[in-house]
């Protein structure tokens, strides 16, 4: 006698399967393990490799760094994580289709421990949330008033 599913226990199975496809898409709910986040974890280590090439101090413009990661040879790409056919796309974010908010020329000097410079984040975000990087190239969200303490700017 050969045993077929339960129509729920398909149901069931389908669910699962379609959930396991969309968490290895990088649609699951961890903002800090999103195609996003992996992006500014390697804009944030070229970032990184440009300042320390310009003794210390990082782009002047989001215009330079995009001039650098387009004019950089591609073993200095994949050494931090970046395939060449990545090079345009790595400047948006997945998140919001807004491109990344550059912060030009700060300086990456002491960046051990907790107190790294921030030197990228979205620029809309999710759900009140952004991602930002650190020169330490920690990737982290905050939500708008946190962004804007970080900023310098008042909250409104």
């Known amino acids: 006698m050969t045993r077929h599913p339960s129509p729920r226990s398909t149901r069931s199975a389908l669910l699962v399967a379609a959930l396991a496809v ?3 898409a990088g ?3 961890n903002a800090l393990e999103s195609t996003t986040a992996q992006k500014l974890r390697k804009l944030g280590a070229l970032y990184v490799n440009l300042a320390v090439s310009h003794k210390g101090m990082g782009p002047k413009s989001a215009a330079e760094l995009k001039a650098c990661v387009a004019e ?3 073993f200095i790409l994949k050494m931090n994580g970046v395939e060449p056919s990545e ?3 790595l ?8 491109p990344f908010a550059i912060l030009p020329g700060v300086g990456i000097a002491g960046i051990t421990g907790t107190k790294a410079p921030l ?3 979205e620029q809309a975000g999710v ?4 991602l930002v990087v650190y020169a330490n190239v920690k990737v982290e969200e905050v939500d ?3 962004l804007r303490q970080m900023l310098g700017q008042p909250n409104p």
């Open 22 to 24: 969309l968490a290895a």
């Open 27 to 29: 649609c699951s709910g």
């Open 72 to 74: 950089a040879p591609e």
């Open 87 to 89: 090079r345009e796309s």
């Open 91 to 98: 400047f948006v974010s997945d998140r919001d289709g807004q």
């Open 119 to 121: 030197i990228a984040h």
């Open 127 to 130: 759900g009140g949330k952004r």
């Open 144 to 146: 708008d008033d946190r």
